[in-house]
């Protein structure tokens, strides 16, 4: 995917058109729909874990779940039904809290 720099314009928290008027700042600003902003927002979500990824801040981990939790709502899912699947899937298969890394496996995929 392109970068947020590249195509010009990216997903932004509702009160940044605010925090810019405030500030002085001349912006333009869109409202998408549901299923284009989709697509914003999974853009978002490659640029908040780059710079997560980059800086290791634990701000970033915020953004990112935030960026998650938008998503969520926009595939139609609500944050407690993603946090119900997240403990099912912790219940079956565990969490990472054993810190393991599994290698040579012929269903890596499948298991993970």
């Not at 729909?33 to 927002?41: A, G, I, K, Q, R």
């Not at 981990?61 to 039904?81: P, Q």
């Not at 912790?90 to 995929?109: A, I, P």
Request: hydrophobic share 35%; glycine share 6%; net charge negative.
């Amino acid at each position: 995917m392109k970068s947020s720099a590249e195509r010009g314009h990216k997903a932004v928290r509702d009160r940044i058109p605010e925090i810019l008027r405030y500030s002085g700042k001349k912006y333009l600003v869109k409202e998408f729909s549901d299923p284009d902003f989709l697509v914003e927002m999974e853009n978002k979500l490659e640029e908040e874990l780059a710079e997560y990824l980059e800086s290791k801040e634990f701000e970033e981990l915020a953004d990112i779940l935030e960026v998650i939790y938008r998503i969520t709502e926009l595939r139609g899912f609500s944050k407690e039904a993603l946090e119900s699947l997240r403990l099912e899937k912790r219940n079956e298969r565990g969490g990472f809290e054993q810190n393991l890394v599994l290698f040579n496996s012929s269903d890596e995929k499948g298991l993970c």
